[in-house]
C-alpha cells in the first residue's frame, strides 16, 4: 500500500484548535489541561518506576551473566576469538536463564490447549458457538502473533515478578484492487483485516496507577501507560495512516527530547558480542545525550478522563480514553474507547504474590545467588586446572630473560635479585593447584537447590510418562502439579482472565461475522451475537483440571471396557461418545460416530449376514410371486 508521507494536512491550524482524531479536535486551553494533567500522572508513579528500573536492571545483568572480566581474562578472550588456541576465562554459568526458559515452556504448554491458544466451553446446545468463538480466537491469535506476546510476558513475569499483557482491537488497512468497467485495475483502500492485537508490556516503560495493586489496575486503576522511542520516518508513517495527527511540525523541527523511555541495560562487556538493544543505543553509541537527538519519544495511555472537562462531551461522566503524547509537548491521538467492558485494557500478574508487592523478590532474583556460587566454583576449578596444567614458575631475571609479564596464576614470576641468590639455581617451578575434585558434585548440588526454589526438572519427566507405569506416571505429575500448577492458577487467574473478558467483549462490539471451518472440514457461519446469548467460559487447558491426562485416558479406557462388557450398561450410554471424548486425550480427532452400523443387519456376523441376506431375498421372491398370482 503506498502511503502519502507529505502530504497529511492535519496540523494545528483551525484557530487555535489541535486535531488529535479524524474529526476531533482539543482547543489550545483543553489541550494544555489535558497535557498537564498526563504529565502529573507520569510523575505521579514516577519514583517507583525508576526504584523498579534499578531493580530490572540488576536483575537483568546477573541473569545474563554481566562479567567484567581482568586484564589477563580479557586476553585470554581476545585470543579466544581470534582463533590463538583454546584459553577458559571466567564466566556466569547461566542456570538461572535456562531454569526460566524451562518455567516458561512448561506455563505456555499448560495455558494453551491442544487445538490453539485459545480454547472455549459451552453447553452441548451451544457447542458450535464456543467452537466458533475459540477458532475466531485463534485465527486473532496467528495473525497478531499472540504466543510471541504470551512468552514473553511470562519471562517477564517470572524474572521481574511483574508482567503485563495490554488487549486491544486493531483495523489493518490495504488496497482492494478490482477491474472496473474500462478493464483497468480500481484501487481503492479498505479494511483488509481486524482483530484482538496482544502487547506484551515492557516493565522498563511502564508507567501505572501506584495506588493500587498491579494486579487490580484493569477494574481499578485510573491509568497506565507506556513509553516509546521511534523514528521519523515511524511517524511520519503513522501520520499518513491516520494514527496520530498535528504531528508534522514536531517532526521537521528535529529537536527531539526523551523525558520518560527508559533503555535497557548493557549484559555484555565484550565490545565484539555486544548488540545494542534498540536503535537508539546504535545512533547515539557511548555518548547517552546524543540519543534524544535521534528519535522521538511517544507515551501512550489508557486513561479515565471526564471528558466533559476537555470540551469533548456533553454529558459529565467519566470514560476509558487512549492518548498518545508525543515528546513531552503535544497530545497527538486521542479516542474515547466506549468499550462495552469498560476496563483499562491490561492484565498484570505477580505470581509470587506475599503482600510487599513490588517490592517482593523474584523467581530471578531467589535464584541468582545460587547461579553466582556455581559459577564462582566452575570458575575455580578452571583456574586450578591451569594452574595443574603450567604451574608458577619463578626466575632469576638477572640470569634469565623470559620477558616480564606476571601471572601468578598460571605462567612465571619475573624476580629481581642478585645474581648469587639461590632461587633453585635460577628458576623454580611450584605446582600447588587446589583440589577441586569435587567441584562438579557441589554445582549438581547447587542446582538442586535452585529446584527447590522452582522445579522444572521433574517436568521434563511428564514427556516421557507413555513409557512409565502408570503408577509413576501419578506420582511424576503430582510432583510436577503443586508448584508449577499453582503459579500457572495464579497468572491466569491475575492477568489472562482480565485480557480473556476484554477480547471477547472487542469481539462482541467490533466483529461482524465469523466463519470457522470445524475439524471435519465442515465451513459453520458463527453470528457473533450469539457470543452474548451464550454462557461461554474459557477452556485455557486441561492442564488447570490435571495434567495426569495418561492416567486419565488409562482410567477413562477401564471404565469404557466395564460399559462394554455390561449388556445394560451398554445400552444406557452412548459408547461411540465416550470413545470420541477418550481418543481426544491423546489428541485424535477422528469422529468415530461415522463408523456406526448403518442397519440391524450389519451387526451379524459374515455367515449369519450373508444367511439372514438369503432368507431376505426369498422372501422378497415370495412377495412377488404372490403378486404375481393374484393378478
Not at 572480566?69 to 536463564?97: A, C, F, H, Q, S
Not at 453447553?123 to 458450535?128: G, N, R, S, T, V
Not at 523525558?259 to 562487556?269: G, H, L, V
Request: aromatic fraction near 10%.
Amino acid at each position: 500500500m503506498a502511503l502519502n508521507m507529505g502530504t497529511n494536512k492535519n496540523k494545528v491550524a483551525k484557530g487555535k484548535r489541535f486535531q488529535v482524531g479524524k474529526d476531533l479536535y482539543l482547543t489550545e486551553a483543553a489541550h494544555t489541561k489535558l497535557l498537564k494533567h498526563l504529565k502529573e500522572r507520569l510523575e505521579f508513579s514516577k519514583d517507583l518506576h525508576d526504584q523498579q528500573v534499578a531493580k530490572f536492571k540488576k536483575i537483568d545483568q546477573a541473569v545474563y551473566g554481566y562479567l567484567v572480566l581482568d586484564e589477563d581474562d580479557e586476553k585470554r578472550r581476545e585470543d579466544n576469538e581470534k582463533g590463538y588456541g583454546v584459553k577458559p576465562v571466567d564466566t556466569i554459568l547461566p542456570l538461572t536463564l535456562t531454569q526460566l526458559d524451562e518455567a516458561v515452556t512448561y506455563l505456555i504448554e499448560v495455558l494453551s490447549t491442544d487445538s490453539g491458544l485459545y480454547g472455549a466451553i459451552a453447553p452441548e446446545a451451544k457447542k458450535k458457538v464456543a467452537d466458533g468463538f475459540a477458532a475466531l480466537m485463534n485465527e486473532h491469535a496467528d495473525r497478531f502473533k499472540h504466543l510471541r506476546a504470551l512468552n514473553l510476558f511470562l519471562f517477564n513475569t517470572m524474572k521481574y515478578n511483574w508482567g503485563g499483557l495490554s488487549p486491544s482491537w486493531k483495523i489493518v488497512k490495504g488496497n482492494q484492487i478490482t477491474n472496473a468497467i474500462t478493464d483497468t485495475p480500481d484501487i481503492k483502500e479498505t479494511v483488509v483485516y481486524q482483530g484482538n492485537e496482544l502487547h506484551s508490556l515492557d516493565p522498563y516503560n511502564t508507567y501505572y496507577d501506584i495506588s493500587v495493586s498491579p494486579i487490580d489496575l484493569a477494574s481499578e486503576g485510573e491509568f497506565f501507560a507506556e513509553a516509546a522511542v521511534k523514528t521519523a520516518f515511524k511517524a511520519r508513517k503513522m501520520l499518513a495512516n491516520e494514527e496520530i495527527f498535528n504531528a508534522e511540525d514536531i517532526i521537521k523541527n528535529g529537536a527531539y527530547s526523551i523525558s520518560w523511555y527508559t533503555d535497557k541495560p548493557t549484559i555484555d562487556t565484550s565490545t565484539s558480542n555486544t548488540v545494542s538493544s534498540n536503535f537508539l543505543q546504535l545512533l547515539g553509541g557511548d555518548n547517552p545525550e546524543r540519543t534524544s537527538d535521534q528519535a522521538l519519544e511517544f507515551v501512550r495511555f489508557y486513561i479515565w478522563l471526564n471528558t466533559k472537562e476537555y470540551d469533548l462531551a456533553q454529558e459529565d461522566k467519566l470514560q476509558v480514553c487512549r492518548v498518545t503524547m508525543l515528546n513531552n509537548e503535544r497530545i497527538v491521538r486521542l479516542e474515547v474507547m466506549n468499550n462495552a467492558h469498560a476496563l483499562l485494557p491490561i492484565g498484570v500478574s505477580m505470581p509470587w504474590e506475599d503482600g510487599f508487592k513490588e517490592a517482593t523478590k523474584s523467581y530471578g532474583q531467589l535464584l541468582n545467588p545460587f547461579q553466582l556460587f556455581a559459577s564462582a566454583q566452575m570458575n575455580v576449578h578452571q583456574k586450578s586446572n591451569r594452574k595443574s596444567l603450567y604451574g608458577v614458575t619463578f626466575f632469576n631475571k638477572n640470569v634469565l630473560d623470559l620477558g616480564d609479564d606476571f601471572d601468578p596464576v598460571a605462567s612465571k614470576i619475573p624476580v629481581n635479585a642478585a645474581p648469587d641468590v639461590d632461587i633453585r639455581k635460577a628458576i623454580f617451578q611450584v605446582y600447588d593447584a587446589p583440589k577441586t575434585e569435587n567441584t562438579i558434585r557441589d554445582i549438581g548440588t547447587i542446582t538442586e537447590i535452585m529446584q527447590k526454589i522452582l522445579p522444572t526438572d521433574i517436568l521434563k519427566q511428564v514427556a516421557g510418562l507413555e513409557r512409565a507405569t502408570q503408577y509413576q506416571s501419578a506420582a511424576t505429575v503430582q510432583g510436577a502439579n503443586r508448584r508449577n500448577l499453582k503459579i500457572a492458577r495464579i497468572i491466569d487467574i491475575q492477568a489472562l482472565s482480565h485480557v480473556r473478558q476484554i477480547q471477547l467483549f472487542n469481539i462482541l462490539q467490533y466483529q461482524e461475522s465469523v466463519e470457522i471451518i470445524s475439524p471435519e472440514g465442515e465451513l459453520i457461519p458463527i453470528n457473533p451475537a450469539e457470543f452474548r446469548e451464550t454462557k461461554i467460559e474459557f477452556a485455557i487447558s486441561e492442564g488447570l483440571r490435571g495434567l495426569d491426562r495418561l492416567s486419565m485416558s488409562m482410567a477413562i479406557q477401564d471404565v469404557l471396557n466395564s460399559i462394554i462388557q455390561s449388556q445394560q450398561a451398554s445400552q444406557q450410554i452412548d459408547v461411540v461418545g465416550i470413545i470420541n471424548y477418550w481418543t481426544s486425550f491423546i489428541g485424535d480427532k477422528t469422529d468415530f460416530s461415522q463408523f456406526r452400523f448403518k442397519s440391524e443387519m450389519d451387526k451379524l456376523p459374515p455367515q449369519e449376514r450373508d444367511l439372514a441376506f438369503q432368507v431376505y431375498q426369498q422372501f422378497i421372491q415370495a412377495q412377488q410371486n404372490q403378486g404375481t398370482t393374484q393378478q
